[in-house]
């Protein structure tokens, strides 16, 4: 009970302030004796790590996400012919947007950023590919 106290305990509890680690332990007995020591390690840090990952990882399968691309490339892709022919029906063709290219690139742009999942007729970065 003292070895527990104050060796196992004093030794877990600094290693847990100290360090990214866990440990957990289990006393395995014989009759009233403790035979053995279990110890059980978890490396804190790398589990943060790995959250973050498959995180990232699940944004990142949204095809229809524009996470991650440049203003130049959401210029490209509003250009592309495919994607004009998709979308243009979001703009009227009596605006100044419908009338002159750069004005329909510029409120294209502004709206795949304020909400992109309007544009859901095909994942968005296929039409970097056909530019």
Partial sequence: MDFKRYVLDKAISDIHTHTPYRITYAQKKKGRVV????????DSSQAKVEAKQS???KSDLNPFSIKGLSDAQLKRIVLNKEFIANYNHLVSSTSLAGQNEAEWAIEMVKRLKTDSSVFNKCPIRDYLEYT
């Fill in 55 to 57: 995180k990232a990882l």
């Fill in 35 to 42: 035979s053995e020591i279990v110890f059980s390690f978890e």
